[in-house]
C-alpha cells in the first residue's frame, strides 16, 4: 500500500484536494470547478506530486453524477479509470460521512469528507 494518499471532492463551483503522507498532511487545495479547467490539469498536479514524492499514489475521487471525470483523463468514456505507474485510482459516490474532530492545517475550510474517505480506506 501506497504511504501517499489523496482525496479529490469535485462540485459544480469547487474542486478540493487533500493529500496525505504517513505523517500528515502535505497539500490542502480549494481550487474552481474541473468544468473549467484544462483537461488534463487534475492528472498532471497529482502526477507531479506523486514524482516529488517519488512513489505512487492513491487516489480517491468524491462527485455527483454531474461530475464528468472522463473530461480529466482519469476516466474512460465507459468509467474504466485510465490507471498508471504514478496513480491508483478509485471513484466514489459523494455522500456526507461522519467524522471525528482532530487539529489539523486550516485556513481553506473543513476537509472532513476527504478525510473521512482516507480513514475508512476509500483508497
Known amino acids: 500500500m501506497s504511504s501517499i494518499r489523496a482525496t479529490v471532492t469535485a462540485s459544480s463551483s469547487t474542486t478540493r484536494i487533500l ?11 480549494r481550487l474552481g470547478s474541473i468544468e473549467h479547467a484544462q483537461r488534463y490539469a ?12 517519488q512513489q505512487a499514489m492513491e487516489v ?5 453524477d454531474s461530475c464528468d471525470w472522463h473530461r480529466t483523463g482519469l476516466f474512460e468514456a465507459l468509467g474504466v479509470a485510465r ?11 459523494s455522500e ?28
Open 83 to 93: 490507471e498508471t505507474a504514478l496513480l491508483k485510482l478509485k471513484l466514489v459516490p
Open 42 to 53: 487534475l492528472r498532471m498536479l497529482l502526477e507531479a506530486i506523486a514524482l516529488w514524492e
Open 96 to 123: 456526507l460521512r461522519p467524522v471525528r474532530r482532530v487539529t489539523r492545517l486550516t485556513g481553506l475550510g473543513s476537509f472532513a469528507r476527504e478525510r473521512g474517505h482516507l480513514r475508512s480506506g476509500g483508497t
Open 19 to 29: 493529500i496525505q503522507d504517513s505523517l500528515g498532511d502535505v497539500l490542502l487545495a
Open 60 to 64: 480517491v475521487l468524491c462527485a455527483d
